[in-house]
């Protein structure tokens, strides 16, 4: 390596013409750009070169080529369909739009999950229970439909989705008639249509006493007495097989007046 030989210049004065201020530079740089000519030679150049090229695979770099063009043609041919068959007014494809997480989620849900309802708690009690927070829409409570009675559990909507969350946070596990009251949230996507479909129906339970009263007391004929009277006399009988296989020394009384006596025939002489 050649060595370096710095020299300090003269700085131009301000009083030094133009041309010579340039001349000036102008040597200082040739000093210091002359000594790195000494590690870049032409045969430096030319023999990495040669290197490089002899190392290089023509047959490998042949496959290469024709791989990248391929894919490249594919890419394009791809792209030129899909620009072929896009319209201004449909659109692209579609692309899923992010929330941001800053962004807070609205709440819409205002129908209301009720379990665990004890017993007497019915529609007049709840509705004079939860209007207390806020107007009720829709207040329903699952019922069986043979015998009319709760099935524990039921569905409430208010008007303000805020009073709905505040219901779900506040009466959530509510000791009740030693039952704890089991609110919670349907979001507006969980709720069924026909979710309110008759919630106005009230049922109307029967008087089975009234109606067997009804067919006890009923006018019968002859043949339908008759016809009772030996149902309830097989009855019996086999209630006292019964108690006589079980060992029990019982007279059971006899049955009296059950069966009545068959109509006599009479015969009237006729007067001549």
Known sequence: MGRINITRTRSPSVHTPLHQKLNVIKTALNRLVNPL?????????TGGILSAASSFDCEQGQTTIKENGRKGKEGFEKEAEEDEFFSPLEGGPGRKITQEEDEPVKNTATVLYIGHIPHGFYEEQMEGFFKQFGKIKHLRISRNRKTGKSKHYGFIEFENPEVAKVVADEIHNYLLFEHNLQIHL????????????????????LNWTKIARKHHNKERTVEEHQRMIKGIVKRDEKRRKRIKAAGVEYECPDLVGLIQPAAKKIKFDEED
Do not use: A, F
Not at 37 to 45: F, G
């Open 186 to 205: 349907i979001p507006t996507e969980r709720v069924h249509p026909k979710l309110w479909r008759g919630v106005n129906w009230r049922y109307n339970p």
């Open 37 to 45: 000519r000494l590690w870049v030679t032409p045969s430096t150049v």
